[in-house]
């Protein structure tokens, strides 16, 4: 949020950690992260001049990491084989295709009007949403800097991951199961 807002002088960290506890607070009682319009309305109260569309591109630099260590767990635990992988191809469900079949003019005018309301939403938000793409632009702004975001975001990103794993041995001891960082990296 500091490399999105430089110039402002008002927001705390206090500020952003209430915000985060209440988006977190709601994401564990409502479904689909709720939360987090409420932690990106509590943030647009508390900066003035700022708008939503920087405010929840901000979060992209938080969740690249998450992704990428995300999909590293992934691809360690298919080198592993510890997940199926398809191997022939009749292993791989095919695409269903039963309501193109079952009903041959229907489907393709509904696919067709589902695609016209695409277009013409697209050239509607296109039309509204003018400097858009720089408020976006400007919530990524900590990419922009290699240092900043790696001090500042993946250092801590990295750090909760550690604690995870910490805190997933603990647990593998409290119920009695191997206690290895395999097993650990696994749950995780």
Avoid at 6 to 26: C, K, N, S, W
Avoid at 73 to 85: D, M, N
Avoid at 98 to 113: F, K, M, R, V
Wanted: charged content about 15%; aromatic content about 10%.
């Amino acid at each position: 949020l500091r490399a999105a807002y430089p110039d402002d002088d008002e927001l705390t960290q206090g500020d952003v950690r209430r915000a985060f506890f209440a988006g977190a607070g709601l994401n564990s009682v409502l479904p689909a992260r709720a939360g987090d319009v409420v932690k990106l309305a509590v943030l647009h109260r508390n900066i003035p001049g700022s708008s939503y569309a920087t405010l929840a591109a901000s979060s992209v630099p938080e969740t690249a990491f998450e992704t990428l260590t995300g999909a590293a767990l992934v691809a360690w635990v298919l080198s592993r084989g510890f997940l199926p992988v398809p191997v022939a191809p009749g292993e791989v469900p095919a695409p269903d295709v039963s309501l193109y079949i079952a009903h041959p003019i229907l489907a393709p005018l509904i696919t067709l009007a589902a695609i016209a309301v695409a277009v013409v939403a697209f050239r509607w938000v296109r039309g509204r949403f003018t400097g858009f793409a720089g408020r976006l632009r400007q919530g990524l702004a900590i990419f922009s800097s290699p240092r900043d975001f790696l001090l500042g975001v993946v250092r801590w990103q990295a750090l909760a991951r550690v604690i995870r794993l910490g805190s997933l041995f603990c647990f593998l001891e409290a119920f009695g199961l191997p206690v290895t960082l395999g097993a650990a990296l696994l749950v995780m």
